[in-house]
């Protein structure tokens, strides 16, 4: 399984029925993928959706129906549509189970940087803040590190998305819970140590009851 | 009162220096065809309102191509690499706003509100060189309200008075746009005889300008 599939497949398994889901772009929109098509999870879009269905294909392609990534998309049974100011409303009033997101950096408080790089590269927050201000659980689902360089620091050094926001992180090799006193190490994979997962993580991880993942 | 008109004849209302906000998210929901005529008039100095900067070729990334942008109000420009280059360049000015945020500022001045007063982005840079205001013990950004000239939008269909209905995700910023400016060009899909009160969503007296196509 590419690792980019272990961690969606291991995000999904944090979706319960009856949720409402928003999936945010790259690594968490695959999460869509290992939710079971006749599941009562609902997915959230905020371009004004609830009931996102999957990619479009020939015929089904409608130019006024998209993903929050501008592919063009599906509706499922029971769908609605709405204006970007009742899709926030959703968003911030806390009608949202769980929104994933991808990460530059994420810290042990549980900040999360993801919309700039100063100088180098600003694609802007577009949702995002929203997204971890109101959703009731805020999981991070990106690769342990950039290129070797971890992305799980002491302290985000890049820009604020959001403070204190995050309550859990997937990784290709782990799952972090982060809790009032820093990150603990829940799962591992089971072909990787947890000397290995220390060492390609900067911040500081409680050890104590480490399971393994599920990742075929 | 016939607010009907050409594609052509809206050029006339563009300004050097004016204020357009333009609907759409990704481009889907965007008025295509009146962004071409603002391209088409050659005016300048503008500052365009819109969710996102679109595409190096579409949405208002087209005014971006052709330089007759001086700043952005944005969420997200990270589908047009384009926009980067020219705010990197020094050549246009880009401010960037959460989008749940930004839709509220424009209803805010839709409703002549004095601004809205938001959580999201506290301890980032959001709120560096705002407001915050206190209420029942809980901290607050104040948002200030964004008004703009003209309104480009994107219906479905229009009643021969210019009710408005839309059409899947491409409802919305729309909506809230037609609020928000002095003028409301609104490019429709289809006009259409009747439309029922009861489906609606903006109704015709927001609209001052109508273009079928």
């Not at chain 1, 029925?17 to 006749?38: R, S």
């Not at chain 2, 982005?121 to 407001?131: A, D, I, Q």
């Not at chain 2, 909506?175 to 029922?196: C, G, K, N």
Request: net charge negative; with cysteine.
């Amino acid at each position: 399984m590419d690792e980019r599939d272990i961690i969606a497949k291991r995000v999904a398994k944090e979706l319960k029925p009856g949720n409402l889901v928003n999936l945010g772009i790259g690594i968490p929109t695959l999460v869509a993928n290992y939710i079971p098509q006749d599941s009562d999870i609902y997915l959230q879009s905020e371009n004004g959706i609830v009931g996102l269905g999957p990619l479009a294909v020939n015929e089904e392609v409608c130019v006024y129906l998209t993903n929050p990534s501008g592919q063009f998309a599906t509706v499922k049974k029971h769908a609605a549509f709405f204006d970007s100011s009742l899709s926030f409303i959703m968003i911030r009033g806390g009608h949202l189970d769980v929104t994933v997101l991808g990460a530059l950096e994420v810290d042990e408080e549980g900040s999360l940087a993801s919309w700039i790089i100063p100088g180098k590269l600003v694609p802007g927050m577009g949702g995002s803040m929203d997204l971890v201000e109101g959703a009731k659980k805020v999981i991070i689902a990106t690769t342990h590190t950039n290129k070797g360089i971890p992305k799980i620091k002491k302290r985000c050094s890049l820009p604020l998305t959001g403070y204190k926001k995050v309550d859990m992180i997937v990784t290709e090799l782990c799952v972090i819970e982060v809790r009032e006193d820093g990150l603990h190490l829940i799962e591992r994979h089971p072909d990787v140590s947890i000397e290995e997962i220390i060492g390609k993580t900067e911040a500081t991880l409680h050890i104590s009851e480490v399971k393994l993942m599920e990742v075929m | 009162m016939n607010k009907w008109t050409s594609l052509n004849d809206i050029k006339a209302f563009f300004k050097d220096g004016m204020r357009i906000m333009v609907g759409g998210f990704l481009t889907c929901g965007t008025p295509e065809k009146l962004i071409d005529m603002v391209v088409e008039s050659g005016v300048k100095d503008l500052t365009i309102i819109c969710n996102d900067a679109g595409y190096p070729d579409k949405g208002v990334g087209k005014l971006l191509m052709n330089n007759q942008v001086k700043k952005l109000i944005v969420t997200h420009i990270g589908t047009n690499p384009n926009a980067g280059k020219l705010m990197s360049e020094g050549k246009i000015e880009v401010e960037l706003i959460p989008q749940g945020t930004f839709v509220e500022q424009i209803r805010a001045y839709g409703g002549r509100l004095g601004g809205v007063l938001s959580p999201t982005g506290l301890h980032t840079p959001v709120e560096e060189g705002k407001r915050i205001i206190e209420v029942n013990g809980q901290s607050f950004i104040l948002c200030e309200p964004i008004g703009a000239d003209i309104s480009l939008i994107n219906a479905y269909h229009a009643d021969s008075l210019g009710n408005l209905t839309y059409k899947g995700s491409a409802r919305n910023f729309n909506p809230m746009m037609a609020v928000a400016s002095e003028i409301v060009i609104a490019l429709v899909h289809q006009r259409v005889e009747d439309i029922d009160p009861e489906v609606v969503i903006t109704p015709h007296i927001f609209v001052d300008v109508l273009v079928e196509g």
